[in-house]
């Protein structure tokens, strides 16, 4: 019986955090791996005979929020080349929310110094992906 008070009376704490963010990173890097991988053989199975020409490089100098959008219209019809582009942006986000994990595990552990670093890393996080696709 007591246990069960000692368990009630603690507070969601740092090793919490520890563990949900190294689940997030294990699982986050396992589900984009399995979507490219599908997305991967799904591209092969339609495109098994195609000829690739690489002396011609064509570069798509679109927006983010365009690139977003034609890869989730793309998902959503199966399009394989769409799914691998799925399973990158998810291994991209993965560390991205860890950064948003740490922000709220310092916040509970008022570590205003520690915030204040995370939310520059944001910021510049957030700039390069809003600036990136355009040169």
Excluded: C
């Excluded at 919490?16 to 490219?36: E, K, P």
């Excluded at 690489?54 to 034609?70: G, K, L």
Aim: proline residues 1%; aromatic residues 14%.
């Amino acid at each position: 019986m007591e246990k069960s008070k000692v368990m009630q009376n603690e507070k969601f704490g740092e090793k919490d955090f520890q563990y949900i963010i190294g689940n997030l990173l294990r699982y986050g890097v396992w589900t984009s791996l399995s979507v490219a991988f599908i997305g991967g053989i799904v591209y092969l199975f339609g495109h098994s005979t195609d000829i690739e020409n690489y002396s011609v490089f064509h570069e798509n100098d679109r927006n983010i929020f365009e690139v977003i959008s034609a890869v989730y219209n793309g998902a959503i019809q199966g399009n394989g080349e769409s799914l691998i582009f799925v399973g990158i942006i998810l291994l991209f986000l993965t560390p991205v929310l860890r950064v948003l994990l740490s922000l709220f595990s310092f916040l509970l552990e008022k570590d205003y110094l520690y915030v204040g670093i995370t939310l520059i890393v944001i910021v510049i996080i957030l700039i390069s992906v809003s600036f990136g696709f355009s040169h």
